[in-house]
């Protein structure tokens, strides 16, 4: 596992996407990457409408759903890191609430319903999918069993001394987030 200094810290201002956008996307001229009028940072900025392109990082919300002091882990049936284990949890889309988005991930990806219990902590993702991401874990408590889905090939409760090695696990926000959790009590003593 890295250590916590080189997955939190990159130069500020380095940290682009993978694939950068190359046209305005309201009016198609090319875009150059300099500081706009004002700033000191680097943007995409328009060459014609002068249109400022401000990138941040995907807002991702994840559940941690506990049972008997044992937390839901999927694993990923396909596209990034398939095979992997992964804590439930997507992209908040631009009509939501991180907590509807939060429900409607989790009844996409392992079919049930859940009540959530407030926030566990925010961490950020370097290496996901579109780029950096702010991701909001949420406690939460299952109202009908979890099953795998089109998205998720298996569920499974974990103990805290129980968990996947971190090699196993898609993302590293998800194991800082279980290291927190297990300083925990269950939800049902919380
Ligand atoms: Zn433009």
């Known amino acids: 596992m890295p250590t916590r200094s080189s997955r939190s810290s990159p130069r500020r201002g380095d940290v682009t996407t993978d694939r950068p956008f190359r046209h305005c996307p309201y ?10 009028s004002g700033e000191h940072r680097p943007r995409l900025v328009c060459s014609s409408c002068e249109a ?16 008997d002091g044992k937390v839901l882990l ?3 049936a396909a596209g990034l890191r398939a095979g992997k284990w992964d804590l439930p ?5 631009l009509d939501e609430t991180a907590e509807e988005a939060l429900v409607r991930e989790v009844r996409e990806e392992v079919g049930c319903e859940v009540r959530l219990h407030g926030v566990l902590g925010v ?9 950096p991401s702010i991701n909001i874990h949420f406690r939460a408590s299952a109202l009908s069993e979890p099953r795998p889905t089109d ?7 974990f103990g ?3 968990l996947p090695r971190p ?17 925990l009590l269950p939800l049902s003593e919380a």
Request: proline share 6%.
């Open 151 to 157: 998205e998720v090939s298996e569920v499974g409760w």
């Open 74 to 76: 999927a694993r990923r």
């Open 89 to 93: 949890g997507g992209f908040v889309e």
């Open 160 to 162: 805290p001394e129980e």
């Open 123 to 131: 961490f950020r993702e370097m290496t996901g999918a579109y780029g």
């Open 52 to 67: 400022v392109i401000y990138q941040n990082p995907k807002l991702v919300v994840t559940a941690i759903i506990e049972k």
């Open 167 to 183: 090699d196993e696990f898609a993302f590293e926000n998800d194991l800082e987030a279980l290291e927190r959790w297990r300083t």
């Open 27 to 36: 009016c198609g001229s090319a875009l150059k990457r300099h500081p706009p």
